[in-house]
Each structure stands twice: as structure tokens, then as C-alpha cells.
């Protein structure tokens, strides 16, 4: 199933993830996509807040992975510096998978290392302020992603 979202700003973006971080449970991957400024690194931040997580969210590029320790951990994930699949071993990237919610920036880079399971969101950036964000959700586990996504919608 695909859901297409447009939000007219970073905190109309932020308030979209808030609405998904609120209904992750652990073993849950989202696999980002979009350009550089398109706004991956908000939509995080409103995951974040979603869950629970009050620290400062920001952009792993530099670092690859940030962790945010809480009741359900975050995995921050950001693949854009990665050049070789074998980093992701380097890293022990499949023990994270299954251990708290882990978004992935610049997923595309290694698609064949995420899960079947993983729901992939787009975001595209169509206007100074405005983004399409497509979200793919393609196994039942996503059904209160969905709900809680359509509800949003349906109030803006």
C-alpha cells in the first residue's frame, strides 16, 4: 500500500513523524529516500518525538549511526558516507535490526541489506517549503502506521 502526504514546512514534516515515531515498536526499519535537503533528518527528529525521545535529534552523516537510548531504542542510521557493503559488517549492522526501531538515510545505497518487511519513505522535495512524502508500506505489520498516517491526513 502507498500513502502520499504533502507538508507545507519542516514542522508540518516533524509533526508527520511524530504521528508514525508514536506507534513503532522494536524490529521496525524505515528505509529513507529523498535528496540532500529534502528533509530526511526532520522527519526523524518527529520519530523521535514520537517515541519519546526528548534529546536533540541530528544528521549522522559523519558518524553513520547515532543511538538514542529509551524504552524502544532509535538506531539513526545514515548510509550516504558509505562506499562498501562490508562497512555495514563493520559496523554489526544486522544486530541492530532486531533490537529497537532503526530509519535508515540514504537506505538506496545497500536496498539488499534491509529487510523484505521494511517500509521505504520518500521524500521529495517540490517547493521551498513543500514536500510529497511517499510512504510504502508493504507487509501487515504497518497497519497502525497507516491508521495513525490517514487520521493525520484527514485533519489536514
Do not use: C
Not at 529516500?33 to 530526511?40: C, P, R, S, T, V
Not at 537506505?107 to 521551498?128: C, M, Q, V, W, Y
Amino acid at each position: 500500500m502507498r500513502l502520499d502526504i504533502t507538508t507545507h514546512g519542516e514542522r508540518e514534516t516533524i509533526a508527520l513523524g511524530e504521528v508514525i515515531g508514536r506507534v513503532l515498536h522494536p524490529g521496525d526499519v524505515l528505509a529513507l529516500h529523498g535528496d540532500l535537503g529534502a528533509g530526511k533528518t526532520h522527519f526523524v527528529q518527529g520519530i523521535a518525538r514520537g517515541m519519546g525521545i526528548m534529546e536533540p535529534v541530528v544528521s549522522p552523516t559523519f558518524t553513520i549511526l547515532n543511538y538514542y537510548e529509551h524504552d524502544i531504542p532509535l538506531q539513526h542510521f545514515d548510509f550516504y558516507r558509505l562506499e562498501e557493503e562490508y562497512e555495514l559488517d563493520d559496523l554489526g549492522f544486522d544486530d541492530y535490526l532486531s533490537q529497537g526501531v532503526t530509519v535508515i538515510e540514504w537506505s538506496e545505497k545497500f536496498l539488499e541489506r534491509l529487510p523484505e518487511d521494511a517500509a521505504h519513505i520518500t521524500i521529495d522535495k517540490t517547493g521551498p517549503e513543500e514536500r510529497i512524502i511517499h510512504l510504502s508500506l508493504v507487509d501487515p505489520r504497518w497497519a497502525d502506521v497507516k491508521k495513525e498516517v490517514e487520521a493525520y491526513a484527514a485533519g489536514h
